[in-house]
């Protein structure tokens, strides 16, 4: 496995973490559909809510922002997958209520794998 893809795997391992950290349960982790994929299906049942959680893990900025990354387009992606989980792998009647979120981690530069966490929430 190459280092970005080894970097992105331990973002997303610490995104649940931080993630169940904030009380969220996690429903599924990299849903993939035709219509795009879902890194992180939580459930916030303080709101009664299902989050769609895009994780961004990137050394820098120089191409794109990573916020920027999780545009119209890519909402749009992760909402077809969202209907398509709901709807034919957990087969339920309906598609719930859900916000689409973003988690930005950055390598926090310490020898203990943390990262520096920036979160996003109601991007939809």
Request: charged share 25%; hydrophobic share 40%.
């Amino acid at each position: 496995m190459d280092k970005a893809k080894l970097l992105g795997t331990a973002g997303e391992d610490y995104a649940a973490y931080y993630l169940k950290l904030q009380g969220k349960a996690i429903v599924a982790r990299n849903v993939h559909s035709s219509g795009g994929e879902l890194d992180i299906i939580a459930y916030d049942e303080s709101q009664n809510l299902y989050l769609l959680i895009e994780v961004k893990t990137r050394t820098n900025e120089d191409f794109v922002s990573a916020l920027e990354s999780v545009g119209p387009k890519k909402q749009k992606k992760m909402q077809n997958a969202a209907a398509y989980f709901f709807l034919n792998i957990l087969r339920w009647p309906y598609i719930p209520e859900f916000e689409i979120h973003a988690l930005i981690l950055t390598p926090s530069g310490k020898s203990d794998g943390a990262f520096d966490v920036a979160y996003y929430d109601d991007l939809s």
